[in-house]
């Protein structure tokens, strides 16, 4: 298949040129791309596709800048090297979309709003959260190997990601940068945070049952009112880290850094209490 441009208008008015070959195709309304389900690299910066059923959708490269996708079913589709920068997509669902980025282009989520959005088992490689508001986001089964959650500000990296009642069970964050993040109420049960760095993370009303925690960085980590029952903690570097209020039972700490961390109403693997830390 050819290029393809598409031009949002505003209103209904959607105009498009498909070069196929020597041919062409206008698109003059929504309902057509929900019956065509192919715009590939399509200019629709601003449109408004709230609500529309999109499902399996090929959108990839296209540009969704600011556009309204609140309400609409993006199940299944390909989302791959998309720009939806600002874009809305509260209430959204994106069950099993490929949001991937590819090696040349990155998805772009930079500032979009993802509130209450279904993100079940979707691709996100490599994808651009910076700033991305995520608040109630079901991300169970997500893969966001090396996403970014953060942006350069100098030498320094500042969290700005909100990450707050949404749900990563299943997911993997291998190797994700998550330093200084914030997670409040985030359920990450049996998920793969293998080589993680936490550091200075701030992490309150977690769940982190059965998650694989091998050789993550938490140091200098606050933890409150956190369930890491049965989680792997192997090699996993915890200095100066502050627990309060944590569930360890059943956790696998072999080899694990303690050095300096403060224990207050803890449950240790053992299935002990530790308050040497409470002031």
Same mark, same amino acid.
């Given at each position: 298949?050819?290029?393809?441009?598409?031009?949002?208008?505003?209103?209904?008015?959607?105009?498009?040129?498909?070069?196929?070959?020597?041919?062409?195709?206008?698109?003059?309304?929504?309902?057509?791309?929900?019956?065509?389900?192919?715009?590939?690299?399509?200019?629709?910066?601003?449109?408004?596709?709230?609500?529309?059923?999109?499902?399996?959708?090929? %959108?990839?490269?296209?540009? *969704?800048?600011?556009?309204?996708?609140?309400?609409?079913?993006?199940?299944?589709?390909?989302?791959?090297?998309?720009?939806?920068?600002?874009?809305?997509?509260?209430?959204?669902?994106?069950?099993?979309?490929?949001?991937?980025?590819?090696?040349?282009?990155?998805?772009?989520?930079?500032?979009?709003?993802?509130?209450?959005?279904?993100?079940?088992?979707?691709?996100?490689?490599?994808?651009?959260?910076?700033?991305?508001?995520?608040?109630?986001?079901?991300?169970?089964?997500?893969?966001?190997?090396?996403?970014?959650?953060?942006?350069?500000?100098?030498?320094?990296?500042?969290?700005?990601?909100? %990450?707050?009642?949404?749900?990563? /069970?299943?997911?993997?964050?291998?190797?994700?940068?998550?330093?200084?993040?914030? *997670?409040?109420?985030?359920?990450?049960?049996?998920?793969?945070?293998?080589?993680? /760095?936490?550091?200075?993370?701030?992490?309150?009303?977690?769940?982190?049952?059965?998650?694989?925690?091998?050789?993550?960085? %938490?140091?200098?980590?606050?933890?409150?009112?956190?369930?890491? @029952?049965?989680?792997?903690?192997?090699?996993?570097?915890?200095?100066?880290?502050?627990?309060?209020?944590?569930?360890? @039972?059943?956790?696998?700490?072999?080899?694990?850094?303690?050095?300096?961390? @403060?224990?207050?109403?803890?449950?240790?693997?053992?299935?002990?209490?530790?308050?040497?830390?409470?002031?």
């Amino acid at each position: 298949m050819g290029l393809v441009k598409m031009q949002w208008m505003g209103g209904f008015g959607l105009a498009a040129a498909m070069a196929i070959g020597s041919q062409a195709q206008t698109l003059a309304s929504p309902q057509q791309l929900i019956s065509s389900k192919v715009c590939v690299d399509c200019d629709l910066r601003g449109a408004n596709l709230a609500g529309l059923n999109l499902k399996g959708a090929n %959108l990839e490269g296209a540009n *969704l800048q600011g556009a309204n996708l609140q309400g609409a079913i993006l199940d299944d589709a390909n989302l791959r090297n998309t720009q939806l920068a600002g874009a809305n997509l509260d209430n959204a669902t994106l069950r099993r979309a490929d949001l991937r980025s590819g090696l040349k282009r990155q998805t772009n989520l930079a500032g979009a709003s993802l509130n209450n959005t279904v993100l079940s088992y979707a691709k996100l490689n490599g994808v651009n959260l910076h700033q991305t508001n995520l608040t109630g986001a079901n991300l169970e089964g997500a893969t966001l190997f090396a996403a970014s959650l953060l942006k350069p500000d100098g030498d320094r990296l500042i969290y700005s990601t909100r %990450l707050e009642n949404v749900n990563l /069970s299943y997911s993997s964050l291998r190797n994700t940068n998550l330093n200084d993040v914030r *997670l409040t109420n985030v359920t990450l049960n049996q998920a793969t945070l293998v080589g993680v /760095s936490l550091k200075n993370a701030y992490l309150k009303d977690t769940r982190l049952k059965q998650a694989d925690l091998t050789q993550a960085d %938490l140091r200098g980590a606050t933890v409150i009112n956190a369930d890491l @029952s049965g989680a792997s903690l192997i090699t996993s570097d915890w200095a100066e880290a502050k627990l309060q209020n944590v569930n360890l @039972s059943g956790a696998d700490l072999r080899n694990a850094d303690l050095r300096g961390v @403060s224990f207050c109403q803890v449950t240790l693997p053992s299935g002990g209490q530790s308050s040497q830390g409470c002031r």
